[in-house]
């Protein structure tokens, strides 16, 4: 961990005090009416940061958390809040992590140095993609196409807006819930919406 992650790291708690002081309309998105996608999630794929291929048919049956990440932001530390997550409820969720460099060049290394930064700093043991574009654009990632696209999910048109962004999609592969980077992954919103 270099000097200016192991910086933000410590800044990481104050960050949070916003998600659990003043929760903005914004940072909670629900799908309320449980609207179904036009196309379904379990029908996509996403390449690994290892180079193979990941096809969502095989998450069937389970919660799936969606997150883009990054190794360089001050929600960095969310990798920790996610672990424990996934340890927590391993056998009903499944994480993915979308590394990416969308958001102020916080996301510079290559996939091999982003695993080894994730496992040794943080424990991470659930799925990491290769890194990815997440942002709205021709070049943006089929799986992030469908979170952030009403047309492909059915009512969501929010796309990340900063790394740690979060996507809950339910066992029928319904996408139920956005939540934004302050809300931390160990927040009761989130805990809920995993039990419901």
């Given at each position: 961990m270099t000097g200016r992650q192991a910086f933000l790291k410590l800044l990481y708690p104050l960050l949070l005090l916003k998600g659990k002081l003043f929760v903005a309309k914004r940072d909670v998105l629900h799908n309320s009416k449980l609207t179904k996608p036009a196309n379904s999630f379990f029908d996509l794929q996403a390449i690994a940061n290892n180079g193979a291929?990941?096809?969502?048919?095989?998450?069937?049956?389970s919660k799936v958390l969606i997150v883009n990440t990054a190794s360089n932001c001050g929600f960095t530390a969310q990798y920790d809040a996610l672990e424990k997550l996934y340890q927590q409820y391993k056998t009903k969720l499944v994480i993915i992590a979308f590394p990416s460099n969308d958001f102020k060049n916080q996301e510079t290394d290559d996939d091999a140095t982003i695993e080894s930064f994730c496992r040794v700093n943080y424990g991470v043991s659930f799925p990491l993609m290769k890194k990815s574009v997440v942002v709205k654009s021709?070049?943006?990632?089929?799986?992030?196409?469908w979170l952030t696209h009403a047309s492909k999910n059915g009512w969501n048109d929010q796309p990340p807006v900063w790394n740690f962004s979060k996507y809950l999609i339910n066992e029928e592969g319904v996408l139920t819930h956005y939540f934004a980077p302050v809300i931390s992954?160990?927040?009761k919103q989130v805990i809920d919406a995993i039990e419901d």
């Open positions: 291929i990941i096809n969502f048919d095989s998450f069937k049956n021709d070049a943006q990632t089929d799986v992030y196409k992954p160990l927040a």
